[in-house]
C-alpha cells in the first residue's frame, strides 16, 4: 500500500520560509525539506510535527462579516446587485443572477471556484451544499442542484448585500515581474526563478476570485497594466474560516467538506480528486502540515507521470507552480491538498492523485486547518 501511495502522488515541494513558531512551542527538529519522511499508516493521532509546520489560528473568527452596505456605483455593477431571479429571464439577466449567486456562495464558504456567471457543474455542488446545510426540505445530490425560487431566496436571506465593488489598479498589481506566458512543460519551467502570475489579468482575477473572461467583460476596455485604472470586480469572501476539526474529499462529488468540531459542514470546495487512472487513496489520514508558496520536485524515481528523460526537477514557487500557492501535506506519502495555477480546471479534470482547489480555497483552507485534523477520503474515483 505504502509503495503504491509513493510511485503515484503529487512528489514531492519545498518551503521557502520556516513559519514562525506558536508561542511557547519547542524548537522543531533540524531536518531538510527535501529529507524523504518515512510513509505513514492512516492513523487518528496527530502526526509528528516536522519542520515546516504552520500553526493553527489561535482564535479563529466564527461570525461572518457584516454584508457590505454599498456596491459598485458602474451600471455593470448595479445591474449585478439588482439581479432578482426569474423562471424565464433572458439570457443577460440570468448571467447576473448567477453572478450574484456565486459570489453569495463565495462568501458563504460554499466555494463555485472561479466566479463566472455560468450555471456550471461546479456552481451546481456548491447551491446543493448550500441548501443541505441550510436545511432546506429536499436539497439536490451534488451537481444536480438547480437555482429555484426557493433556493434563491434562502440566498439573498443569507446575504444580501452587494456583490461588486470599484477597484482602482494600485502600482503593486502592475509591477510584476509577469511571465507573459508559463512553458507548457515542466522541464521549461524549472528554469524559471519563480512561477509568478502570467500578467495583471491573473493576477487580478485571483484576487478578485474571478474568471478572467468575467473580469474583461465588466470593464470592456480598461487598460489592465495602468496603475489608477477603476475597474468593475466581485467582493468576493474576505471572513475567514472558522477552525476545522475534520475534512472529507469525496472522490464521487468532486468536493472537500470542512467540518467544525460540532459536526457542521463550515465549507465546501470544488475539487479535482485523483482519477481511475492514477486514483486517490482511500481511508483516514491527517493533516501533517501546512506550506505556503510551496516548491515543486518531480522525480520520475518516484512518481508514474511524466517523462522519466526530463531527470529530476525542482520547480521555484507562485501561483502557477504545479502546486498552487499552498500545500496541505497528509500522512500518505506524496499526497496533498494543494492549489492549482488554472481554476477552470478545478472539477473538471483529473489529477495525479492528489486533490487539487482554487489557490485561494486552498489558502483558506490552510489557514484553518492544523496538525493532526482528519482527513476521510470516501467515494470512488470519476471515470477519465
Known amino acids: 500500500m505504502a509503495i503504491g501511495l509513493w510511485l503515484i502522488g503529487c512528489d514531492d515541494f519545498k518551503s521557502n520560509s520556516r513559519p514562525a513558531r506558536a508561542a511557547g512551542e519547542a524548537p522543531p527538529p533540524a531536518m531538510s525539506p527535501a529529507t524523504p519522511v518515512t510513509p505513514v499508516a492512516p492513523l487518528t493521532a496527530a502526526p509528528p510535527a516536522p519542520a515546516q509546520l504552520r500553526p493553527a489560528p489561535a482564535d479563529p473568527v466564527l461570525s461572518q462579516t457584516p454584508a457590505p452596505t454599498f456596491g459598485s456605483a458602474s451600471p455593470r455593477g448595479k445591474a449585478i446587485d439588482a439581479a432578482v431571479f426569474a423562471a424565464a429571464a433572458p439570457a443577460a439577466s440570468m ?29 451546481r455542488r456548491a447551491l446543493a451544499a448550500f441548501e443541505t446545510a441550510r436545511g432546506l426540505a429536499a436539497p439536490a445530490p451534488a451537481g444536480k442542484a438547480s437555482l429555484d425560487a426557493a433556493a434563491w431566496q434562502a440566498l439573498i436571506t443569507a446575504d444580501g448585500g452587494p456583490v461588486t465593488q470599484d477597484y482602482v489598479i494600485t502600482p503593486a498589481d502592475v509591477k510584476g515581474p509577469f511571465l507573459g506566458t508559463v512553458p507548457a512543460t515542466m522541464a521549461g519551467q524549472a528554469k524559471l526563478p519563480r512561477l509568478g502570475y502570467t500578467g495583471p489579468v491573473q493576477a487580478l482575477a485571483e484576487k478578485f476570485h474571478m474568471d478572467q473572461a468575467l473580469l474583461r467583460s465588466l470593464n470592456p476596455g480598461a487598460d489592465f497594466a495602468k496603475a489608477g485604472t477603476s475597474l468593475v470586480v466581485i467582493r468576493p469572501a474576505d471572513a475567514p474560516l472558522p477552525a476545522v476539526a475534520r475534512l472529507e474529499v469525496d472522490k464521487s462529488a468532486d468536493q472537500v467538506r470542512a467540518y467544525d468540531t460540532a459536526g457542521k459542514v463550515v465549507a465546501e470546495f470544488p475539487a479535482t480528486v485523483g482519477s481511475t487512472e492514477r486514483p486517490a487513496p482511500s481511508g483516514q489520514f491527517a493533516v501533517r502540515f501546512v506550506v505556503h508558496d510551496p516548491t515543486y520536485t518531480y522525480d520520475p524515481a518516484r512518481l508514474t507521470f511524466g517523462k522519466a528523460s526530463m531527470g529530476k526537477l525542482t520547480i521555484q514557487p507562485g501561483p502557477n507552480n504545479p502546486v498552487g500557492s499552498t500545500w496541505i501535506d497528509l500522512t500518505v506519502e506524496t499526497y496533498g491538498i494543494h492549489g492549482a495555477p ?20 486552498a489558502a483558506a483552507l490552510g489557514r484553518a486547518v492544523k496538525k493532526g485534523v482528519p482527513v476521510l477520503f470516501v467515494g470512488a474515483a470519476r471515470k477519465t
Open 342 to 361: 488554472d481554476p477552470r480546471e478545478i472539477g473538471k479534470t483529473a489529477s495525479h492523485g492528489c486533490v487539487r482547489l482554487t489557490n485561494w480555497d
Open 95 to 123: 448571467r447576473r443572477v448567477l453572478i450574484r449567486a456565486e459570489v453569495i456562495l463565495d462568501r458563504a464558504h460554499f466555494s463555485p471556484g472561479a466566479v463566472d456567471g455560468r450555471d456550471g457543474s461546479n456552481f
